[in-house]
Structure formats: C-alpha cells, structure tokens
C-alpha cells in the first residue's frame, strides 16, 4: 500500500446549501469511483472554499456519504485577483495500490479549467 494525494475541484453555479452539498458530493464520489476507492481507503481530506462560498461546510457533504470517522477539515482558499469565484478544491490522503502516475485528479464544472496541466485528469466541464 502507498500514501498518496489526489486533487479535485468543483465549480458551484450559486451559493446555496443544497448546490453546495450536492456538487461536493458529486465531487467526492468521483473521486473514489475513479481512482478505485472505499471510504476506508481515505486516511483525510482537506477542503478550501473561495470567499464568496459560505452556505454550509464542504466537509458536511462527505460526512452525508460516509466519512464519519475520516478526519476532515474546511478552509478558505486565497483571494487571489482575478481567480475562480465559487470553487471547492480537496485534497484527499488515501492509502492505495495505486501508483503516483496512476492517480486521477478530478476537476468538475467550471473547476475543469484549473488544471489542464496535469497528465491524468478527470475533467468534466458543465455542458
């Protein structure tokens, strides 16, 4: 087994509870689905959050799907100029077969944009 970080983000259109819950969630899942994960699998993750997010905590979609006993933390993300408005970006520790070139990252909606740089890249931008 390997300790390994995996990336994602998520663009929310609005900033209400249930969007933010629902694209977290969306988020998270793919996340495991992608790079072959369970829950258990999860060692933390952190969430940042733009300033203009401030509807309810990311980390309380992954309590919603599971991570109960999964350290989690929520933070903001810096007020760069010109950056991304209403992101949530993780960064989840997990314990894998996996190795670090076999990591997907996912960036969903908007998010898709960040990261065109990366080699392995789940990126699914809104239609």
Do not use: W
């Amino acid at each position: 087994m390997h300790v390994r970080a995996v990336r994602g983000a998520t663009q929310l259109d609005t900033d209400t509870r249930e969007h933010m819950l629902d694209r977290v969630a969306e988020l998270v899942r793919t996340v495991t689905e992608v790079n072959g994960l369970e829950v258990h699998d999860y060692i933390s993750i952190i969430f940042t959050a733009t300033s203009d997010l401030n509807s309810e905590f990311p980390a309380y979609a992954a309590r919603q799907l599971g991570f109960d006993d999964v350290p989690l933390i929520c933070a903001r993300e810096l007020e760069i100029e010109g950056s991304m408005p209403r992101v949530v970006r993780l960064m989840a520790h997990v314990e894998t077969q996996l190795q670090r070139d076999e990591v997907t990252h996912v960036y969903l909606h908007g998010a898709a944009a960040l990261r065109r740089d990366l080699a392995r890249v789940r990126a699914v931008p809104d239609e």
